[in-house]
């Protein structure tokens, strides 16, 4: 079993739908969550990085982490074809493991126009 | 602007050729990691410097080396490229080896011929 566990998709929207994306996870250390954009042959780029359980809203993006069921997710409201990317949740422990994110295999997200 | 950067974008080496693989970063972080992504999956961390201190990932293969020479600059190595490296090598920067947050660079795709 992997330790985080992201539906790949592809997910296809109408420009101005809720998407939401989630993630599983098993290892109950985890305690830092992040959600990455990564657009085609990119490096990924930090959008949400939140700790603890509870929401955090950033613009058009909110993120959720819900630790009791080792699930997170991210929405992204009224969406933009500008949104067509790949998106990655990632995880890491607390000050050990120097810090090493465990990624999700992203899931491929398509706005369309 | 301060970031990370990778070059050469693109790397097309073969089977055996050993090859370098180049990241500097201006934005005085502390730790550098290097990534392996390969199509549709997730990012894997190789290995990650905490300043001049190496650490190395336990399934990282022996064929993968690194240096630091200083704060500014990483190499990755590959020594006898097989056809299985062929990926996304991801370099990424984080102030302190706490939870911090990640930046990455754009990324370097090797072709391995």
């Known amino acids: 079993q992997k330790e985080v566990e992201q539906d790949p998709g592809p997910l296809s929207v109408p420009e101005g739908a809720i998407v939401s994306l989630n993630c599983t996870y098993s290892?109950?250390?985890?305690?830092?969550f992040m959600w990455y954009r990564q657009y085609s042959r990119k490096g990924p780029e930090l959008l949400m990085y939140?700790?603890?359980?509870g929401n955090k809203e950033d613009g058009r993006f909110t993120a959720q982490v819900d630790k009791s069921s080792k699930y997170i997710s991210l929405f992204i409201r009224d969406s933009q074809p500008s949104d067509s990317a790949t998106y990655l949740c990632a995880m890491s422990f607390l000050y050990n493991q120097g810090g090493k994110l465990i990624f999700g295999q992203g899931t491929e997200l398509s706005v369309k126009p | 602007d301060a970031m990370v950067i990778q070059n050469p974008r693109y790397q097309v080496t073969q089977f055996g050729k050993p090859v370098t693989l180049s990241c500097s970063q201006t934005l005085n972080h502390n730790v550098m990691y290097w990534y392996q992504q390969k199509s549709s999956q997730a990012p894997k961390l190789l290995f990650h410097?905490?300043?001049?201190?190496?650490?190395n990932e336990a399934d990282t293969p022996d064929n993968f080396q690194s240096r630091r020479p200083n704060t500014s600059f990483c190499f990755l190595d590959i020594r006898s490229p097989g056809l299985g490296d062929a990926a996304m090598y991801l370099c990424?920067?984080?102030?302190?080896?706490?939870?911090?947050?990640?930046?990455f660079g754009p990324g370097t795709r090797l072709l391995v011929l």
């Open positions: 290892n109950s250390a985890f305690q830092y």
């Open positions: 939140t700790y603890s359980s």
């Open positions: 990424a920067t984080s102030r302190d080896r706490g939870a911090g947050t990640q930046y």
């Open positions: 410097y905490y300043d001049k201190d190496f650490n």
